[in-house]
């Protein structure tokens, strides 16, 4: 890209955009860390150093598949502009910082989705929505809990016959070794969704300046920078959330919280494979569940799971709302100042 024809107001954007890609770290360090500082196999700091490390590398690992929904799949790229974007990236970090003051877990995702259709469908109305690719984000709020529910109590059934005959010793010891593991698989698979998601935004402001051609994509400049962002977050972590996430749901042991990490971190590798945006904290929350219900229902605290859901349920008309007040604030100040 040439920098001499780069404007102040592109740059400052992208530097909004990193800015909510640093808060998404920050807001969602607790996904990758609370099971594993839950079960005290790490600290909190060496627990966070440990999730962004693998945050930054997932890159290496997938494809921009996520990226691309984002940037082209939510509002149609034509209707692009820097009030819009402005807007889209004003509800998605205003929601965050509210939630986060709070420590309810929501989603980060599907703050910035609300965003991008509060502020698209303000300026072009429902003409510039992309429906396939909203309804495609809309089902994974739905279906990635309810399959991290179902992989996490199908792992704890699995290793518990596996154990069945071994000492609480020797299971504890090794199930501590395992969620090493598990938890930079999780990690892993929140770098390479979530960051995507801000890598799309860029791309697509880019796209709109004209500065990536005339066919769509992801600079690697982008890629790396995202990462970046996000992993710097994560190392900020999240602690109100953490111990939302980690103890107020249910009780976990080694053992549970690799089988949560685990089925987490595989529903959200095939998302990020096929391209779809969705919520680690969703996710990461069906696990637990999912894990405590395996012992017994009454182990779930559903009136702290009741209000997380409540909070997703929330997430996209909210950030929608305050995203098209930002857009408007734009707007006007494009008219004043332009």
Known sequence: MDLAGVSWLLIFLIFVALA????????????SIATVV???VLSPGVAVAWAAFFNFIAFLFFGLHVANTVGKGI????????????????GAISWNVITWLA????????????????AGISKAGFDGIVWSGVFK?????????AIGFALALGLVLIVSWLFIRATPALADSVFRKLQLVSAAMFSLGHGGNDAQKTMGIIAVLLFAHGHLGS?????FWVVITCQAALALGTLFGGWRIVHTMGSKITRLTPQQGFCAETGGAITIFIATHIGVP????HTITGSIVGVGASRRMSAVRWNVAGRIVWAWVVTLPASALIAAAFYGLARMADRAFG
Do not use: Q, Y
Not at 75 to 90: K, T, Y
Not at 103 to 118: E, R, T
Not at 278 to 281: A, F, R
């Open 38 to 40: 839950a079960t005290r």
């Open 20 to 31: 909510f890609d640093f808060l998404n770290g920050l807001h969602d360090a607790a996904n």
């Open 215 to 219: 066919e769509f994509h992801v600079p």
């Open 75 to 90: 509002v149609s790229a034509d209707i692009v502009s820097d009030a819009v974007i402005f807007g889209a990236l004003g």
């Open 278 to 281: 969705i919520s680690t904290t």
């Open 137 to 145: 984000t809309v089902a994974g709020i739905f279906v990635s809990p």
């Open 103 to 118: 420590g309810i877990p929501s989603s980060s995702s599907h703050a910035l989705i609300g965003g991008l259709l509060g």
